[in-house]
Structure formats: C-alpha cells, structure tokens
T-cell receptor, first 115, second 114 residues
Framework: SAVISQKPSRDICQRGTSLTIQCQVD?????MFWYRQQPGQSLTLIAT?????????ESGFVIDKFPISRPNLTFSTLTVSNMSPEDSSIYLC????????????FGPGTRLLVL | SQQGEEDPQALSIQEGENATMNCSYK?????LQWYRQNSGRGLVHLIL?????REKHSGRLRVTLDTSKKSSSLLITASRAADTASYFC??????????????FGTGTRLLVSP
C-alpha cells in the first residue's frame, strides 16, 4: 500500500481566487490521479498525472481551470483556478502501486468550500 | 454516462446482520475494486477482483464478480456499527498498458445500528 497525505485538509475560499492542493506519497509512483467528489456524489476523475508527461484531462475538465504539476515521483499539485461556488467539493489524489500496478490508493482528501 | 450503478442507494441494518451491496457496470473490465468512505473522508481500499476471478474473500468481506452480467456484489458478514460508511465500486476498463482509469459507481450508504 501507500501512505498519501494532502494539504490543506480543508479550506474556505472566496470566489474568483485560486487554491493549490498538494499531494505527497511515501514512495515513488508512476501514476497519480486527481478526483473531484461533489457533495453527496460519487468520484469523478479530473486528470491523470504521470511523471515525465503532461497531465491527461478527462472530458469536462481543462488545464486552465485545473492546472496540475508533477515535479517528481512522490509529489503532485492540483490548482483550482478562478473558483466559483460550484467548485465546492472534496478533491482527492490517488496513486497506483504494488507489484501488479492494479490497486489504487487514495489520500484523505481536501474539502473545499467556495463562498 | 460511463458511471456504474449501485444498489441499494441506502441500506439500514442491525449489528450482526449481513449487508449485501450490488454494482453493475457497462463495459468489459480488467478488474473491479471496492472502497469504503467514512463521512466524506478519503477512500479506503477494501478488495480487488480481477476479470478472470469469480469470488474473493477478505476477513468479513466476500466479493463476487459475474462478467456475463456485468455485475459484482459485496457482502459484509456479521456487520458492526463501525462498518457504517459509504461503499463504492470502481471498474478499471483501460486498454493501454501501464495506464489505469477507474470509473466509480454511485455508492451505497450503509448504516449499521447497535
């Protein structure tokens, strides 16, 4: 398994501002992912951030709104830009690790409220 | 939408009873994973079942997979109040080697009363 931490754990932000969420893993991983979970909903994949390549965004998500950095094999950031109340969600990072590279482990999440 | 469906949406049982949750999906898969989420916190990985497997056990958990029906079930035996959480299935249907993309189900909210 992997130990994943996220900062901040929660934040309250004003509309129009931006927030950068950090994700730190205790081991080197190739695949990292960012998800959004809107209130009362399931998880939706925002993008895949593999080290050494540009992040791959899912339909409905764009780099200008959710820029991602992946500077090394243990760290990634997701920025939520020009926030609106609709961006209020839990943002989770995850990694794939293990010998078979099948199991995906999640961080504790960042709870964001935009006023 | 590619999202899987889970039923029931909510399940309320007494401690000691068994809880069964079902997951249906739409495409062929490499594997299916079950997760637990407590009160909007991070997801805890419970169990992974591959497409060539039909049943797996882990402690009080039993997972089945029927690829012909594109469905899976999670059984929690002898439930405890601490099992109260939301449970999600997630399928990996990626075709590219070295790449994974999970599609999550809608989730089942389980309440276990003492």
């Amino acid at each position: 398994s992997a130990v994943i931490s996220q900062k901040p754990s929660r934040d309250i932000c004003q509309r129009g501002t931006s927030l950068t969420i950090q994700c730190q893993v205790d081991s080197q991983v190739t695949m990292m992912f960012w998800y959004r979970q809107q209130p009362g909903q399931s998880l939706t994949l925002i993008a895949t951030a593999n080290q050494g390549s540009e992040a791959t965004y899912e339909s409905g998500f764009v780099i200008d709104k959710f820029p991602i950095s992946r500077p090394n094999l243990t760290f990634s950031t997701l920025t939520v830009s020009n926030m609106s109340p609709e961006d209020s969600s839990i943002y989770l990072c995850s990694v794939v690790t293990g010998a078979s590279q099948e199991t995906q482990y999640f961080g504790p999440g960042t709870r964001l409220l935009v006023l | 939408s590619q999202q899987g469906e889970e039923d029931p949406q909510a399940l309320s049982i007494q401690e000691g009873e068994n809880a069964t949750m079902n997951c249906s999906y739409k495409t062929s898969i490499n594997n299916l994973q079950w997760y637990r989420q407590n009160s909007g916190r991070g997801l805890v990985h419970l169990i992974l079942i591959r497409s060539n497997e039909r049943e797996k056990h882990s402690g009080r958990l039993r997972v089945t997979l029927d690829t012909s029906k594109k469905s899976s079930s999670l059984l929690i035996t002898a439930s405890r109040a601490a099992d109260t959480a939301s449970y999600f299935c997630a399928t990996d249907a990626s075709r590219n080697t070295g790449f994974q993309k999970l599609v999550f189900g809608t989730g089942t909210r389980l309440l276990v009363s003492p």
